[in-house]
Protein backbone atom coordinates (compact mmCIF):
# COMPACT_ATOMS: atom_id res chain seq x y z
CA UNK A 1 0.00 0.00 0.00
CA UNK A 2 2.81 2.77 1.12
CA UNK A 3 4.34 1.59 -2.31
CA UNK A 4 1.30 2.53 -4.58
CA UNK A 5 0.98 5.52 -2.83
CA UNK A 6 4.44 6.36 -3.49
CA UNK A 7 3.85 6.01 -6.98
CA UNK A 8 0.58 8.30 -7.73
CA UNK A 9 2.88 10.68 -6.03
CA UNK A 10 5.50 10.43 -8.61
CA UNK A 11 3.11 10.28 -11.29
CA UNK A 12 1.95 13.90 -9.70
CA UNK A 13 4.49 15.47 -9.71
CA UNK A 14 5.02 13.74 -13.21
CA UNK A 15 1.95 15.81 -15.00
CA UNK A 16 2.34 18.84 -12.46
CA UNK A 17 2.45 20.79 -15.67
CA UNK A 18 0.24 19.63 -17.68
CA UNK A 19 -2.74 19.62 -15.03
CA UNK A 20 -1.72 23.25 -14.69
CA UNK A 21 -2.16 24.07 -18.45
CA UNK A 22 -5.66 22.23 -18.49
CA UNK A 23 -6.59 23.99 -15.57
CA UNK A 24 -5.60 27.52 -17.30
CA UNK A 25 -7.37 26.74 -20.35
CA UNK A 26 -10.37 25.48 -18.69
CA UNK A 27 -10.73 29.10 -16.95
CA UNK A 28 -9.85 30.67 -20.23
CA UNK A 29 -12.57 28.96 -21.93
CA UNK A 30 -15.25 30.08 -18.95
CA UNK A 31 -13.96 33.12 -18.78
CA UNK A 32 -14.73 33.81 -23.19
CA UNK A 33 -18.08 31.75 -22.32
CA UNK A 34 -19.17 34.09 -19.83
CA UNK A 35 -18.00 37.21 -21.58
CA UNK A 36 -19.60 36.12 -24.80
CA UNK A 37 -23.24 35.10 -23.23
CA UNK A 38 -23.02 37.99 -19.88
CA UNK A 39 -23.93 40.99 -22.08
CA UNK A 40 -26.85 42.72 -20.45
CA UNK A 41 -29.40 45.66 -21.31
CA UNK A 42 -32.08 47.66 -19.76
CA UNK A 43 -34.87 48.26 -21.29
CA UNK A 44 -37.55 50.51 -19.93
CA UNK A 45 -41.77 50.88 -20.54
CA UNK A 46 -42.43 47.50 -21.47
CA UNK A 47 -46.05 47.25 -21.91
CA UNK A 48 -47.83 45.44 -18.97
CA UNK A 49 -50.56 43.48 -20.80
CA UNK A 50 -53.17 41.87 -18.58
CA UNK A 51 -55.52 38.82 -20.03
CA UNK A 52 -59.07 38.56 -18.76
CA UNK A 53 -61.60 36.09 -19.13
CA UNK A 54 -64.65 37.09 -21.56
CA UNK A 55 -67.14 39.63 -20.24
CA UNK A 56 -64.92 41.24 -18.25
CA UNK A 57 -62.28 44.24 -18.89
CA UNK A 58 -59.38 46.02 -16.96
CA UNK A 59 -60.71 49.13 -15.12
CA UNK A 60 -57.85 50.56 -13.53
CA UNK A 61 -54.62 49.40 -14.00
CA UNK A 62 -51.56 50.66 -11.28
CA UNK A 63 -48.62 49.59 -12.98
CA UNK A 64 -48.45 49.82 -17.09
CA UNK A 65 -45.43 49.68 -18.02
CA UNK A 66 -42.45 47.81 -16.45
CA UNK A 67 -38.44 48.02 -17.28
CA UNK A 68 -36.66 44.68 -18.05
CA UNK A 69 -33.31 43.73 -17.89
CA UNK A 70 -31.81 41.10 -20.28
CA UNK A 71 -28.91 38.91 -20.56
CA UNK A 72 -27.21 36.92 -23.10
CA UNK A 73 -25.13 36.97 -25.97
CA UNK A 74 -24.19 40.14 -27.27
CA UNK A 75 -25.70 39.47 -30.64
CA UNK A 76 -28.93 38.75 -28.96
CA UNK A 77 -28.94 42.07 -27.28
CA UNK A 78 -28.12 43.69 -30.27
CA UNK A 79 -31.03 42.34 -32.03
CA UNK A 80 -33.68 43.39 -28.89
CA UNK A 81 -36.86 44.96 -30.63
CA UNK A 82 -38.60 47.12 -27.62
CA UNK A 83 -41.70 47.41 -29.80
CA UNK A 84 -41.89 43.39 -29.62
CA UNK A 85 -41.77 42.85 -25.81
CA UNK A 86 -44.54 42.64 -23.42
CA UNK A 87 -44.93 41.46 -19.83
CA UNK A 88 -48.29 39.22 -19.62
CA UNK A 89 -50.05 38.72 -16.80
CA UNK A 90 -52.39 35.56 -17.21
CA UNK A 91 -55.72 36.56 -14.50
CA UNK A 92 -58.44 33.98 -16.17
CA UNK A 93 -59.98 31.53 -14.12
CA UNK A 94 -59.13 33.65 -11.22
CA UNK A 95 -60.81 36.12 -8.97
CA UNK A 96 -63.20 38.40 -10.99
CA UNK A 97 -63.94 42.11 -9.01
CA UNK A 98 -62.71 44.28 -6.92
CA UNK A 99 -58.75 45.18 -6.14
CA UNK A 100 -56.08 42.26 -7.18
CA UNK A 101 -52.22 42.68 -6.22
CA UNK A 102 -50.37 40.80 -9.33
CA UNK A 103 -46.44 39.81 -9.39
CA UNK A 104 -44.45 40.97 -12.77
CA UNK A 105 -42.41 37.91 -12.95
CA UNK A 106 -39.30 37.81 -15.72
CA UNK A 107 -41.37 34.37 -16.65
CA UNK A 108 -44.11 36.16 -17.97
CA UNK A 109 -41.96 38.61 -20.60
CA UNK A 110 -42.95 37.85 -24.06
CA UNK A 111 -39.50 38.74 -26.50
CA UNK A 112 -38.25 37.08 -29.65
CA UNK A 113 -34.58 36.09 -29.99
CA UNK A 114 -32.07 34.42 -27.38
CA UNK A 115 -32.03 37.49 -24.91
CA UNK A 116 -33.15 36.02 -21.72
CA UNK A 117 -35.07 38.38 -19.28
CA UNK A 118 -33.58 38.23 -15.81
CA UNK A 119 -35.51 41.38 -13.51
CA UNK A 120 -38.10 43.28 -13.72
CA UNK A 121 -38.77 46.53 -12.11
CA UNK A 122 -41.31 47.07 -10.74
CA UNK A 123 -41.53 43.82 -9.06
CA UNK A 124 -45.85 44.28 -7.87
CA UNK A 125 -48.40 46.04 -9.66
CA UNK A 126 -52.59 46.10 -8.82
CA UNK A 127 -55.61 45.90 -11.00
CA UNK A 128 -59.13 46.13 -10.82
CA UNK A 129 -61.75 44.26 -13.15
CA UNK A 130 -65.34 45.21 -14.42
CA UNK A 131 -67.67 43.48 -16.82
CA UNK A 132 -67.66 44.60 -20.15
CA UNK A 133 -70.03 47.18 -21.99
CA UNK A 134 -70.55 48.88 -25.17
CA UNK A 135 -71.84 52.80 -25.30
CA UNK A 136 -72.23 55.52 -28.22
CA UNK A 137 -70.31 58.36 -26.86
CA UNK A 138 -69.96 61.62 -28.93
CA UNK A 139 -66.75 62.93 -30.25
CA UNK A 140 -65.41 66.41 -29.98
CA UNK A 141 -62.96 68.24 -32.13
CA UNK A 142 -59.99 69.31 -30.03
CA UNK A 143 -57.79 71.97 -31.35
CA UNK A 144 -54.35 73.44 -31.18
CA UNK A 145 -51.69 76.08 -32.33
CA UNK A 146 -53.07 79.44 -33.62
CA UNK A 147 -55.10 80.62 -36.46
CA UNK A 148 -53.52 84.18 -38.32
CA UNK A 149 -54.92 87.47 -36.24
CA UNK A 150 -58.64 88.23 -37.12
CA UNK A 151 -59.70 84.15 -37.78
CA UNK A 152 -61.89 82.17 -35.74
CA UNK A 153 -63.32 78.99 -35.68
CA UNK A 154 -67.03 79.37 -36.12
CA UNK A 155 -67.77 75.94 -36.60
CA UNK A 156 -67.06 72.42 -36.52
CA UNK A 157 -68.47 68.99 -37.37
CA UNK A 158 -67.30 65.18 -36.28
CA UNK A 159 -67.94 62.61 -38.85
CA UNK A 160 -69.73 60.15 -37.57
CA UNK A 161 -71.13 62.48 -34.64
CA UNK A 162 -70.40 59.78 -32.00
CA UNK A 163 -68.36 56.43 -31.52
CA UNK A 164 -69.23 53.15 -30.32
CA UNK A 165 -67.06 52.31 -27.55
CA UNK A 166 -66.07 49.25 -25.37
CA UNK A 167 -64.81 48.87 -22.06
CA UNK A 168 -65.38 48.17 -18.24
CA UNK A 169 -68.66 49.06 -17.43
CA UNK A 170 -68.25 51.48 -14.18
CA UNK A 171 -65.41 53.50 -16.93
CA UNK A 172 -67.89 53.85 -19.74
CA UNK A 173 -71.14 55.18 -17.51
CA UNK A 174 -69.03 57.66 -16.42
CA UNK A 175 -67.66 58.69 -19.67
CA UNK A 176 -69.88 62.14 -21.28
CA UNK A 177 -67.86 62.63 -23.98
CA UNK A 178 -64.28 61.49 -25.89
CA UNK A 179 -61.97 64.06 -27.61
CA UNK A 180 -60.04 63.47 -31.12
CA UNK A 181 -56.65 64.01 -30.69
CA UNK A 182 -55.15 67.58 -31.52
CA UNK A 183 -56.04 68.83 -35.10
CA UNK A 184 -53.17 71.87 -35.85
CA UNK A 185 -54.83 74.77 -36.65
CA UNK A 186 -51.26 76.74 -36.40
CA UNK A 187 -51.39 79.44 -39.25
CA UNK A 188 -54.96 78.23 -40.68
CA UNK A 189 -57.17 81.24 -42.56
CA UNK A 190 -59.35 78.81 -44.92
CA UNK A 191 -61.91 75.92 -43.58
CA UNK A 192 -60.58 72.79 -44.16
CA UNK A 193 -61.78 68.94 -43.85
CA UNK A 194 -59.46 66.34 -41.99
CA UNK A 195 -59.64 62.27 -42.66
CA UNK A 196 -58.16 59.29 -40.59
CA UNK A 197 -58.08 61.31 -37.10
CA UNK A 198 -57.45 59.42 -34.01
CA UNK A 199 -59.68 59.26 -30.91
CA UNK A 200 -57.55 60.28 -27.56
CA UNK A 201 -59.37 57.30 -25.60
CA UNK A 202 -58.39 56.51 -21.84
CA UNK A 203 -56.38 53.36 -21.41
CA UNK A 204 -59.13 51.11 -20.52
CA UNK A 205 -61.62 52.27 -23.41
CA UNK A 206 -61.36 50.97 -27.34
CA UNK A 207 -62.99 51.49 -30.05
CA UNK A 208 -65.74 48.59 -30.21
CA UNK A 209 -65.35 46.13 -32.53
CA UNK A 210 -67.11 46.50 -36.30
CA UNK A 211 -67.25 50.44 -35.57
CA UNK A 212 -65.80 52.74 -37.25
CA UNK A 213 -62.03 53.18 -36.17
CA UNK A 214 -61.69 57.20 -36.44
CA UNK A 215 -63.52 60.30 -37.29
CA UNK A 216 -63.37 62.97 -40.60
CA UNK A 217 -63.64 66.51 -39.02
CA UNK A 218 -65.08 69.34 -40.68
CA UNK A 219 -63.50 72.29 -39.63
CA UNK A 220 -65.25 76.44 -41.02
CA UNK A 221 -63.00 79.00 -40.54
CA UNK A 222 -64.13 82.73 -40.89
CA UNK A 223 -62.81 86.48 -40.04
CA UNK A 224 -63.23 87.07 -35.99
CA UNK A 225 -66.35 89.49 -35.97
CA UNK A 226 -66.93 92.55 -34.01
CA UNK A 227 -69.81 93.94 -33.02
CA UNK A 228 -71.70 97.36 -32.62
CA UNK A 229 -74.18 98.48 -31.13
CA UNK A 230 -76.32 101.67 -32.45
CA UNK A 231 -78.50 103.41 -29.70
CA UNK A 232 -82.04 105.45 -30.81
CA UNK A 233 -82.43 104.85 -34.44
CA UNK A 234 -85.35 106.21 -35.90
CA UNK A 235 -88.16 103.64 -36.99
CA UNK A 236 -89.97 104.09 -40.31
CA UNK A 237 -92.89 103.00 -41.52
CA UNK A 238 -93.75 101.44 -45.12
CA UNK A 239 -97.31 102.16 -46.08
CA UNK A 240 -98.34 100.51 -49.12
CA UNK A 241 -98.65 102.95 -52.23
CA UNK A 242 -101.16 105.85 -51.98
CA UNK A 243 -101.99 105.24 -48.53
CA UNK A 244 -101.86 108.93 -46.45
CA UNK A 245 -103.39 107.80 -43.06
CA UNK A 246 -101.66 108.99 -40.18
CA UNK A 247 -99.00 106.23 -38.68
CA UNK A 248 -98.36 105.93 -35.05
CA UNK A 249 -95.16 103.75 -34.06
CA UNK A 250 -94.44 103.46 -30.20
CA UNK A 251 -91.66 103.59 -29.25
CA UNK A 252 -90.41 105.25 -32.24
CA UNK A 253 -86.73 104.03 -31.40
CA UNK A 254 -84.72 101.05 -31.24
CA UNK A 255 -81.30 100.17 -29.98
CA UNK A 256 -79.52 97.11 -32.77
CA UNK A 257 -76.65 95.00 -32.15
CA UNK A 258 -74.71 94.38 -35.53
CA UNK A 259 -72.31 91.64 -35.87
CA UNK A 260 -69.43 92.05 -39.11
CA UNK A 261 -65.75 92.21 -40.48
CA UNK A 262 -64.44 94.99 -37.90
CA UNK A 263 -63.39 96.86 -40.89
CA UNK A 264 -66.80 96.61 -42.22
CA UNK A 265 -68.11 98.02 -38.91
CA UNK A 266 -65.88 100.91 -38.44
CA UNK A 267 -66.77 102.53 -41.92
CA UNK A 268 -70.65 102.02 -40.80
CA UNK A 269 -72.89 104.76 -39.77
CA UNK A 270 -76.26 105.23 -38.90
CA UNK A 271 -77.38 106.60 -42.70
CA UNK A 272 -76.34 103.17 -44.34
CA UNK A 273 -78.98 101.68 -41.94
CA UNK A 274 -82.96 101.65 -42.48
CA UNK A 275 -84.84 100.58 -39.48
CA UNK A 276 -88.76 99.79 -40.33
CA UNK A 277 -91.89 98.24 -39.98
CA UNK A 278 -94.02 97.30 -42.68
CA UNK A 279 -97.32 98.53 -42.35
CA UNK A 280 -98.54 97.18 -46.07
CA UNK A 281 -101.15 95.07 -45.34
CA UNK A 282 -102.92 97.29 -42.62
CA UNK A 283 -105.70 98.06 -43.29
CA UNK A 284 -107.25 101.89 -42.04
CA UNK A 285 -107.97 101.75 -38.32
CA UNK A 286 -105.89 99.20 -37.41
CA UNK A 287 -103.38 99.26 -34.37
CA UNK A 288 -101.60 95.81 -33.73
CA UNK A 289 -97.71 95.09 -33.03
CA UNK A 290 -95.43 94.34 -36.09
CA UNK A 291 -91.70 93.17 -35.61
CA UNK A 292 -88.79 95.47 -36.92
CA UNK A 293 -86.98 95.11 -39.85
CA UNK A 294 -83.25 96.38 -40.38
CA UNK A 295 -82.02 96.70 -43.77
CA UNK A 296 -77.86 96.33 -43.53
CA UNK A 297 -74.94 96.48 -46.20
CA UNK A 298 -73.33 92.95 -47.59
CA UNK A 299 -71.39 90.78 -44.79
CA UNK A 300 -73.67 92.67 -41.97
CA UNK A 301 -75.37 91.11 -39.43
CA UNK A 302 -78.47 92.21 -36.69
CA UNK A 303 -78.25 90.04 -33.72
CA UNK A 304 -80.23 92.17 -31.62
CA UNK A 305 -82.83 94.85 -31.53
CA UNK A 306 -84.57 96.01 -28.51
CA UNK A 307 -87.81 96.33 -28.50
CA UNK A 308 -88.04 93.26 -31.11
CA UNK A 309 -91.75 94.73 -31.69
CA UNK A 310 -93.19 97.93 -31.60
CA UNK A 311 -96.81 99.22 -31.59
CA UNK A 312 -98.32 100.57 -34.53
CA UNK A 313 -101.56 102.57 -35.08
CA UNK A 314 -102.68 102.99 -38.44
CA UNK A 315 -105.82 105.86 -38.68
CA UNK A 316 -108.36 106.01 -41.06
CA UNK A 317 -107.98 107.50 -45.01
CA UNK A 318 -106.34 105.92 -47.91
CA UNK A 319 -106.04 107.81 -50.94
CA UNK A 320 -105.05 106.91 -54.12
CA UNK A 321 -104.18 110.11 -55.51
CA UNK A 322 -101.48 112.86 -54.66
Not at 80 to 90: G, P
Not at 206 to 218: D, F, H, I, K, M
Request: glycine share 8%; charged share 25%.
Amino acid sequence: MLELYRRLARVAANNRGIKLASLLAALIIWYAIRATISHELLVQEIPVVIQVDNGWAVMDQKVRTVDVLFRGAQEDIRRLDRSQIRLEVDLRGGKKEGLQLIRLDPRGVQSPGGARPVFVQPAEGAVTLDQESEKQVPVKAEFQGSLLEDYEVSRWVCDPPAMLLHGPRRRLNALVLVRTSPIDLEGRSRSFRKTHVELALPGEIQRAPGGASNVTVSVTIEERSAFKTFQAMPVQGLLASGCRAPLIITPAHVNLTLRGRAELLNSLNRDMLRVYVDCAELAAGTETNLPVRVFTPSGIEVTAIEPASLRVSLGGGRNSGS
